[in-house]
């Protein structure tokens, strides 16, 4: 909405514009203050994608679980998406998506990509919900994503576990601790790195996550060579189990790793070995996907590579 008003001998304008900063200027005559006025409200086509992504980091969506991975996500384009960020927020299209996701994933995953398109789906759901900017549809709905690359089959065979845990024991002692929970439990990483003593139940063998990553709490039970391992772990037995970080943690398994030549694991694969192994012990995938956490049971798929040659022993 603009306004333009004589003050003096210069007539001065203003335009107001809804979620944005107001523009102002002032001109010796009345035709050329209505020529800036034509000329700028021919181009303000209202709040751009980056003044939602903006908006979005100061009032992420409040149940979402991944928000504050979202808001860092949202932050990183503000600084290197600079032309996606001028785009009108209500004219982006899945033509504007379609060029900005075929020059990303030359650059990164198309995981990455994915979740990218997570966060900007984010933040068009809650403007539409709860913010009055304009917005009617969501662009990324229905919009095509790259392909994930295809699950990983990494499995360790005999001698891994005990050699990794001989080095990590040599190199840092909370970590071994770490890896034979990983292993016998399928905990993720970061689980086990928020551990606290007040909701391990030795007596019970079980271990109670009060928030998990997919938003629920879980009890785990313990293998006794899990409930071995806690007692590795130094006293005072009260508090965090572990002192490391979880950066600390990722450092120290990679460190431990490559001393044992097994520089393609990931701390991750120790949860899809342990997702295997109860499998291979007989469990049914509900007593599986109550242990892991896994909501979709179709997810299990990825985490479950059976050994050919165990199944081919059960044939006969």
């Known amino acids: ?32 203050a209505r020529r800036w006025v034509e000329e700028h409200e021919r181009i303000d086509t209202g709040p751009t994608v980056g ?42 299209d899945k033509t504007h998506l379609a060029e900005w996701r075929d020059r990303r994933i030359k650059e990164v995953l198309g ?22 900017m304009g917005i009617t549809s969501n662009p990324v709905r229905g919009f095509r994503r790259p392909k994930l690359p295809l699950p990983r089959d990494v499995r360790l065979i005999a001698g ?40 391990i139940d030795l007596e019970a063998r079980t271990v109670f996550l009060p928030m998990t990553k997919n938003g629920t709490t879980r009890k785990v039970p313990l293998s006794s060579r899990a409930v071995e391992a806690l007692t590795w772990c130094p006293p005072p037995h009260q508090g965090r189990v572990f002192k490391l970080t979880q950066s600390a943690m990722k450092y120290a398994f990679s460190r431990v790793r490559e001393q044992c030549g097994l520089g393609n694991l990931h701390f991750h694969d120790l949860r899809h070995e342990a997702a295997s192994r109860l499998f291979e012990k007989g469990l049914n995938v509900i007593e599986v996907a109550t242990i892991t956490g896994h909501k979709n049971l179709k997810h299990l798929q990825r985490y479950t590579h059976l050994r050919a040659e165990d199944l081919a022993k059960k044939l006969g």
């Open 51 to 92: 003044d939602l992504f903006r908006k979005y980091i100061k009032h992420p969506m409040p149940d979402r679980r991944s928000s504050e991975w979202d808001r860092r996500t949202l932050q990183r384009m503000l600084r290197r998406e600079k032309k996606l960020c001028m785009v009108p927020v209500c004219q982006l």
């Open 111 to 132: 995981s990455t990509v994915g979740r990218e398109l997570d966060a900007i789906s984010a933040a068009y759901r809650v403007a539409i919900d709860e913010w009055d």
């Open 1 to 32: 909405m603009a306004s333009i008003t004589l003050r003096g001998t210069k007539w001065q304008v203003k335009i107001r514009r809804k979620d944005q900063p107001q523009l102002s200027a002032t001109f010796a005559t009345e035709a050329a």
């Open 160 to 199: 891994d576990d005990e050699r990794l845990v001989a080095a990590a024991l040599d190199f840092n002692r909370e970590i071994a601790p770490a890896i034979v929970l990983a292993i016998e439990t399928a905990m993720r990483q970061g689980e086990i790195a928020k551990l606290r003593w007040e909701h």
